[in-house]
């Protein structure tokens, strides 16, 4: 049985050939020839099986046979927001990994004790890009910029918001136990984060709507006590990831876990 083989590109369906280096990785590596069947996607929801019509040195064209809408196996929007560490091998494992878990958004925040304030956010996105071909998702994780921790934080979003530190002056909720807890949308409306109808009986309704989350990470030396205070101000809910100290890279995947985990109870 031939493998099959799956090449990003935005817009497949209004397009005839593959992008340059997608091209390139077909006619070089693969050495594919008219007539091969691969499969598209866009990375956003959508995968289309194709047949190859013609092969130049620098170009591959294709025709779509079949479009294949993909349901996402998880509710809501996941994003992640982190300080990239002062390594960049550790971030770029970690947006890897987390595009193969399962996530929606990743974010980069400047703060107080950041040990790197400049990155490459291109060079994660092609990351991104081959873990998410590596590992069939439909969706593209979106990529942002390095912004400032404040920036970040005074920009409205919708659904629940998280803050991870470990500062024990500051009373914190289980991150993994707050998102086990969402069991009706009375508790939700708890949160004061979500807008959802009233439903008129008493009896706990289970949750069906999508509830965006967004989870935030600090450098390896904590937000400052400050940023913390700064985003519960904003709508943030004070957290921890356990009783364990975790390294930058390893909390966020942590949270990316977590977040997957509660969203299949």
Same mark, same amino acid.
């Given at each position: 049985?031939?493998?099959?083989?799956?090449?990003?590109?935005?817009?497949?369906?209004?397009?005839?050939?593959?992008?340059?280096?997608?091209?390139?990785?077909?006619?070089?590596?693969?050495?594919?020839?008219?007539?091969?069947?691969?499969?598209?996607?866009?990375?956003?929801?959508?995968?289309?099986?194709?047949?190859?019509?013609?092969?130049?040195?620098?170009?591959?064209?294709?025709?779509?046979? %079949?479009?294949?809408?993909?349901?996402?196996?998880?509710?809501?929007?996941?994003?992640?927001?982190?300080?990239?560490?002062?390594?960049?091998?550790?971030?770029?494992?970690?947006?890897?990994?987390?595009?193969?878990?399962?996530?929606?958004?990743?974010?980069?925040?400047?703060?107080?004790?950041?040990?790197?304030?400049?990155?490459?956010?291109?060079?994660?996105?092609?990351?991104?890009?081959?873990?998410?071909?590596?590992?069939?998702?439909?969706?593209?994780?979106?990529?942002?910029?390095?912004?400032?921790?404040?920036?970040?934080?005074?920009?409205?979003? %919708?659904?629940?918001?998280?803050?991870?530190?470990?500062?024990?002056?500051?009373?914190?909720?289980?991150?993994?136990?707050?998102?086990?807890?969402?069991?009706?949308?009375?508790?939700?409306?708890?949160?004061?984060?979500?807008?959802?109808?009233?439903?008129?009986?008493?009896?706990?309704?289970?949750?069906?709507?999508?509830?965006?989350?967004?989870?935030?990470?600090?450098?390896?030396?904590?937000?400052?006590?400050?940023?913390?205070?700064?985003?519960?101000?904003?709508?943030?809910?004070?957290?921890?990831?356990?009783?364990?100290?975790?390294?930058?890279?390893?909390?966020?995947?942590?949270?990316?876990?977590?977040?997957?985990?509660?969203?299949?109870?």
């Amino acid at each position: 049985m031939k493998e099959e083989r799956y090449f990003y590109v935005p817009e497949a369906d209004k397009l005839t050939e593959l992008p340059h280096d997608e091209a390139q990785h077909a006619i070089r590596v693969l050495r594919l020839k008219e007539g091969d069947t691969i499969y598209l996607m866009d990375g956003k929801g959508t995968f289309y099986k194709a047949e190859v019509t013609m092969v130049s040195s620098k170009h591959c064209a294709y025709n779509i046979m %079949e479009t294949m809408p993909q349901q996402c196996p998880w509710q809501g929007r996941l994003h992640i927001a982190m300080a990239p560490t002062k390594m960049m091998e550790r971030t770029e494992w970690m947006a890897e990994k987390a595009t193969e878990i399962g996530v929606d958004e990743f974010s980069f925040l400047e703060c107080q004790f950041s040990e790197r304030r400049n990155m490459r956010t291109d060079r994660i996105d092609k990351i991104v890009v081959a873990a998410t071909k590596q590992s069939r998702k439909a969706w593209k994780p979106v990529v942002n910029d390095l912004q400032s921790f404040r920036s970040f934080i005074e920009q409205p979003r %919708e659904g629940l918001k998280f803050i991870c530190h470990c500062y024990d002056e500051i009373e914190r909720k289980d991150l993994f136990e707050t998102l086990k807890s969402l069991e009706s949308l009375e508790s939700l409306e708890s949160f004061g984060s979500l807008k959802t109808t009233k439903v008129p009986t008493p009896v706990p309704v289970p949750v069906n709507v999508p509830v965006n989350i967004t989870v935030l990470v600090g450098p390896e030396g904590d937000f400052s006590i400050d940023e913390v205070k700064l985003a519960m101000e904003h709508g943030y809910i004070s957290t921890s990831l356990g009783s364990q100290r975790l390294r930058t890279e390893t909390a966020a995947l942590s949270a990316v876990m977590i977040m997957q985990l509660a969203n299949k109870l």
